[in-house]
């Protein structure tokens, strides 16, 4: 069986049409930036140094300008136009990720139809999360199938109606806003039909820059002119939440500064914030953890699976099963900011699940 990796490049054209991708340098700036040093930074990546130099100055031909400045005492550092392209590589990165993964796995499925004999993979549709992406990791790892598509709770749950995924992945929060939430999942799960199983609990809130330079104390700061938002895409559960949240308080969502904006992954939000392109965000807390945010927590969830109760028993859905109720697997979820795996591989049945009885 073959594997498919998708990455995400930028590539600079100068205007005479010359090309040159920034896939090789970018790892040179970022450890020059961390030992202050470009002939330390060719060594580590086991470069020669006029080899290094190089490929600085190539970047720099197409670019412009110099991603290298020199300081008394200081040695070499990056310059502004460097910490951009460093932050740009980072960027791109982020905000595609959940999808490149996404598209890896669908290319790799489609072409080892023609190479393997047919597998019984387990299909997940899901809306992103750390712990998602740590199953996907561990079920590759012990060469279980997995085909994973990243998609909006509601997506997700529709899917498992249509029959066109084995495990949809979706999350509610804890307390007022439940019921709500829960009412949208009801209209395409049957209890009948369909049961939950608990993956974790996590927290969700605010994305700050370091230091709160903003001064954002919660929710309520959103209704401020000089405050500049990044929401997640129509549609997702993080989405529902948020509009619900700030009608309670009086926040016309629509007057929220960047709230049309629209973003696929935890991931990418925190990129965004990181990068100074917004001054707040709302997502996950192993996010903001990653790329050095503060985190405000709001609200507390679960985050489910739905799947149809007579395949649970079955491969490969039982495989599954077992690996979410091991040790090794609740250990691996608990190492995540925010993230509780407590419940994590028990089933519930519809209304206990939906109605929050777990907690």
């Known amino acids: 069986m073959i594997k498919i990796e998708c990455q995400a490049q930028l590539v600079v054209r100068d205007q005479d049409g010359r090309e040159a991708s920034l896939t090789d340098v970018v790892p040179?700036?970022?450890?020059?930036?961390?030992?202050?040093?470009?002939?330390q930074a060719a060594t580590l990546k086991g470069l020669s140094y006029r080899h290094a130099w190089g490929l600085l100055r190539a970047i720099e031909e197409r670019l412009g300008g110099a991603l290298i400045a020199k300081e008394r005492g200081r040695g070499s550092v990056l310059s502004e136009l460097g910490l951009a392209v460093l932050r740009a590589q980072r960027l791109c990165g982020e905000r595609l990720d959940g999808n490149m993964q996404a598209l890896a796995s669908e290319v790799a499925s489609d072409l080892n139809r023609w190479l393997a004999p047919p597998t019984d993979n387990v299909r997940i549709y899901a809306s992103h999360g750390y712990a998602v992406a740590a199953l996907v990791t561990e079920l590759v790892t012990r060469d279980i199938g997995v085909e994973i598509k990243y998609r909006d709770s509601g997506e997700s749950v529709t899917a498992l109606a249509r029959g066109e995924c084995d495990l949809a992945g979706f999350h509610l929060p804890r307390g007022e806003f439940r019921e709500a939430c829960a009412d949208v999942y009801r209209h395409w799960l049957d209890p009948q039909r369909h049961v939950l199983v608990h993956l974790t609990q996590r927290k969700q809130g605010l994305f700050l820059a370091k230091g709160n330079p903003k001064e954002i104390a919660g929710l309520a700061d959103l209704r401020r002119d000089d405050i500049r938002f990044v929401n997640r895409q129509p549609g997702s559960g993080t989405r529902m939440l948020l509009d619900l949240a700030l009608r309670r308080i009086d926040i016309d969502p629509d007057r929220v500064n960047g709230y049309a904006s629209a973003e696929l992954t935890h991931s990418a939000i925190?990129?965004?914030?990181?990068?100074?392109?917004?001054?707040?965000?709302?997502?996950?807390?192993?996010?903001?953890?990653?790329?050095?945010?503060?985190?405000?927590?709001?609200?507390?969830?679960?985050?489910?699976?739905?799947?149809?109760?007579?395949?649970?028993?079955?491969?490969?859905?039982?495989?599954?099963?077992?690996?979410?109720?091991?040790?090794?697997?609740?250990?691996?979820?608990?190492?995540?900011?925010?993230?509780?795996?407590?419940?994590?591989?028990?089933?519930?049945?519809l209304d206990t699940g939906l109605g929050g009885a777990v907690a």
């Open 28 to 39: 040179l700036l970022s450890l020059v930036n961390e030992s202050g040093s470009i002939s």
């Open 270 to 349: 925190a990129a965004f914030v990181a990068s100074g392109m917004a001054d707040v965000g709302f997502g996950v807390e192993p996010a903001a953890h990653h790329f050095g945010l503060d985190f405000v927590p709001v609200v507390d969830e679960d985050y489910y699976f739905a799947c149809e109760r007579q395949a649970l028993e079955r491969a490969p859905l039982a495989a599954v099963v077992a690996l979410l109720r091991s040790g090794a697997f609740h250990e691996s979820v608990a190492r995540l900011e925010g993230y509780d795996p407590l419940h994590c591989g028990e089933v519930f049945d």
